[in-house]
């Protein structure tokens, strides 16, 4: 992989064939677990300003209608994220000179917090084809990582590292972008009243920070012109400048309107949360379904409908059928779908159970699709023998689908690549529970084009809900499960067991699995927090976290939601047979120790009972501790008799786990699965409201 120097750039075709569909990735990682920034990505013209608003993708705009940009949302990587965008450059319009690759942090947070800051850059194929890693952002709250760009005929990176001081709402600004963001307190988007009045943005407010020694590009000098490499060329000093100097208030000139701002509010459509009163006359009769499961008996016809039955709705559907695909390195365009297609393999031809080809410009893009339901694996030498066809046939990649969770560093097929060939194949997995997940974003939350949309993706989603459609998702926690914990009650595991090494991958695919769930019935991000020393790869992580299960006999795992004041801890204890779910959230700023509790005490008045609340003190040493049915009385007894500085509360709930391996009702995955659904339910959503207020009586009976 092609390493870049901060102003370094370089020509995309010299690095591959394949470089007119590209993944940008940006990375970071924090030593709390807790940092993140949002991407943008921002069109410019040869002026180096958007053609119009629409130019610029957010979180609240993610997808160009042309399909040439994509931002494909968050995946956890060590103890940060990896956010990706995927870039169509054989779709980006004639007039766009430059596409800007950027990122922002809200609530006083800033870049220079985050540790192993770096962008990517894949091709079609997902090789990784540059690197760029930035040592030091500094105190800033946006940041441009780089810029793709025209030279002519060719699409080149320049890697920038420039930071704003303003945020994203002042980088936006400066790039000409109409937003509504006149508080000075308020740095998100998000919380910009966007109704479309008039806005004035003083020049200052837009001013990027400049290193010292910069040029007035806002380049160090020396990055202008790094020592010369085999691979990168460098450019006239007038094309670096990616970052604009700040536009002059014209005091003469009336406040400009904008008259299509950025807006937080979407107008696809959704269906109803609250589905309408049946009329059927009783609960015997079934509504008729557009995907019958009925007739399915075996295995094979559950893989040959499944595959017809997604395949086909990713065709009817662009905006579902792009977000499968645009992570592959699929182009955005007619898409056409095909299944039990016959392919020439010397005397015996294949059948892969599905074809998917996107057209786009006069060209096709091509993949193979392989497709397992229930449990069933994927097996090698069929993957292997499609990886060849594809290479043979100059297709792009294969999909494997299936029940399963892909992991980072561990392929659930091992195939060879011949490196001798010079068409390269790309192998992608997609989980069942990612392909549901993707459907309840669109159709409950984020929208779709129209309601026909929608009702064929409802009907998607309750097919692959049914339990007779055998795609519900990881449900297997493997055959080393038993033994692992035989082994522990006995006290006879011991470190180094590969089986021990099982369980912890096991584990890791159902909290994925789990925060799939979640998040696509809340509509947020939830993703699983992984800590891990900086540089370790995840199998390093995982051998030790297996350590840690011989030693211990639990299993642990942190998920962070959107919105919620802390992180969410999940642990198994094998020992004990029980799961805890809990989540510390942190003393107020101002106010008194009294009052808090009382407060804590009101917020959770519909908590479960059984609810554990400890109070953490300053040091570590353990504070005051019982159910929310002991202190609901007596909220004061949380406080500590020492008068210990109180830096947080935790909040617990404790259930029986099951002793399966697999999904059954007594199974250890469906108690996961309910554990922190119920927690969510019962407990976080009370932290998100304000206290309830007591009336004048109670609050004199109180003081009384």
């Given at each position: 992989m092609y390493e870049l120097s901060k102003g370094a750039n370089v020509g995309l075709a010299s690095l591959s064939e394949n470089a007119d569909s590209v993944i940008v990735s940006l990375d970071w990682t924090s030593p709390t677990g807790e940092g993140d920034a949002d991407v943008s990505?921002?069109?410019?013209?040869?002026?180096?300003?958007v053609r119009s608003d629409g130019d610029f993708y957010f979180y609240n705009n993610p997808v160009a209608a042309d399909g040439s940009v994509q931002l494909l949302g968050k995946t956890p990587t060590g103890s940060g994220n990896k956010d990706r965008i995927s870039f169509d450059l054989s779709a980006v319009p004639e007039g766009v000179d430059r596409i800007v690759v950027?990122?922002?942090?809200?609530?006083?947070?800033?870049?220079?917090?985050?540790?192993?800051?770096?962008?990517?850059?894949?091709?079609g194929s997902g090789e990784?084809?540059?690197?760029?890693?930035?040592?030091?952002?500094?105190?800033?709250?946006?940041?441009?990582?780089?810029e793709v760009y025209r030279r002519g005929a060719e699409w080149k990176f320049r890697a920038v590292g420039q930071g704003y001081d303003s945020g994203l709402a002042g980088l936006a600004t400066d790039f000409g972008v109409d937003i509504d963001d006149d508080e000075a307190t308020e740095e998100s988007l998000e919380a910009a009243a966007l109704d479309g009045a008039a806005v004035d943005v003083p020049a200052e407010a837009a001013a990027p920070v400049r290193a010292p020694g910069a040029d007035p590009t806002g380049l160090p000098v020396e990055a202008v012109a790094p020592e010369p490499t085999p691979a990168a060329d460098r450019e006239p000093p007038p094309p670096l400048a990616a970052v604009p100097a700040p536009r002059r208030?014209?005091?003469?000139?009336?406040?400009?309107?904008?008259?299509?701002?950025?807006?937080?509010?979407?107008?696809?459509v959704t269906l109803p949360k609250a589905a309408k009163k049946s009329l059927a006359e009783n609960e015997t009769w079934k509504e008729?379904?557009?995907?019958?499961?009925?007739?399915?008996?075996?295995?094979?016809?559950?893989?040959?409908?499944?595959?017809?039955?997604?395949?086909?709705?990713?065709?009817?559907?662009?905006?579902?059928?792009?977000?499968?695909?645009?992570?592959?390195?699929?182009?955005?365009?007619?898409?056409?779908?095909?299944?039990?297609?016959?392919l020439p393999n010397g005397d015996f031809p294949r059948r892969p159970d599905g074809v998917i080809r996107v057209e786009r410009a006069g060209k096709l893009w091509t993949v193979l699709v392989e497709t397992k339901t229930n449990g069933n694996p994927l097996k090698a030498e069929q993957v292997q023998a499609y990886m060849d066809i594809a290479a043979r046939r100059g297709y792009e990649a294969v999909i494997t689908l299936s029940n399963d969770v892909a992991l980072e560093g561990s392929p659930l097929v091992d195939v060879r690549i011949d490196g001798r060939r010079k068409h390269k194949v790309a192998l992608w997995h997609l989980s069942w529970a990612e392909v549901a997940h993707q459907a309840q974003m669109l159709i409950r939350h984020e929208g779709v084009g129209n309601m026909a949309h929608a009702w064929l993706l409802q009907e998607l989603l309750h097919y692959l809900q049914h339990e007779n459609s055998g795609c519900h998702g990881f449900q297997n926690m493997g055959s080393a499960w038993v033994p692992v914990r035989n082994g522990i009650d006995d006290e006879t595991l011991c470190q180094g067991d590969p089986r021990s090494l099982e369980v912890v991958e096991s584990w890791e695919r159902l909290i994925r699995q789990v925060c799939l769930r979640l998040g696509g019935e809340l509509g947020q991000k939830v993703l699983p927090v992984q800590r891990s020393r900086r540089g370790a790869d995840p199998g390093t992580r995982r051998a030790r976290l297996a350590d840690q299960l011989c030693v211990e006999g639990r299993l642990q795992a942190e998920v962070r939601i959107e919105g919620t004041p802390g992180v969410l801890v999940i642990t198994a204890?094998?020992?004990?047979?029980?799961?805890?779910?809990?989540?510390?959230?942190?003393?107020?700023?101002?106010?008194y120790p009294l009052t808090w509790v009382k407060r804590l005490a009101r917020r959770l008045a519909e908590a479960p009972a059984d609810l554990h609340i400890e109070t953490l003190v300053e040091g570590g040493t353990g504070g005051p501790?019982?159910?929310?049915?002991?202190?609901?009385?007596?909220?004061?007894d949380l406080l500590p008799r020492n008068d210990a500085s109180i830096t947080g509360f935790r909040l617990s709930l404790f259930?029986?786990?099951?002793?399966?391996?697999?999904?059954?009702?007594?199974?250890?995955?469906?108690?996961?699965?309910?554990?922190?659904?119920?927690?969510?339910?019962?407990?976080?959503?009370?932290?998100?409201?304000p206290a309830p207020r007591r009336s004048p009586a109670a609050e004199r009976a109180a003081v009384g």
């Open positions: 990505v921002l069109l410019l013209d040869a002026d180096g300003k950027a990122a922002s942090r809200y609530g006083g947070a800033h870049f220079g917090e985050l540790d192993g800051l770096r962008l990517t850059l894949a091709d990784g084809l540059l690197r760029f890693a930035i040592e030091d952002a500094g105190a800033v709250s946006a940041f441009i990582f780089g208030a014209d005091a003469d000139a009336p406040p400009r309107k904008a008259p299509a701002r950025p807006r937080t509010a979407k107008k696809k008729a379904r557009l995907f019958p499961l009925s007739a399915l008996k075996s295995d094979r016809d559950r893989e040959m409908r499944a595959t017809s039955v997604l395949l086909s709705v990713m065709a009817q559907i662009p905006e579902f059928g792009r977000r499968l695909t645009a992570g592959f390195g699929a182009p955005a365009g007619r898409m056409e779908t095909f299944t039990e297609v016959s204890d094998l020992r004990t047979g029980k799961l805890r779910t809990s989540i510390e959230i942190p003393a107020p700023d101002q106010g501790r019982g159910t929310l049915e002991r202190l609901r009385p007596e909220p004061a259930k029986g786990m099951g002793s399966g391996r697999g999904n059954a009702e007594s199974g250890f995955i469906r108690s996961v699965d309910d554990a922190v659904h119920r927690f969510y339910a019962t407990v976080v959503t009370h932290l998100d409201r």
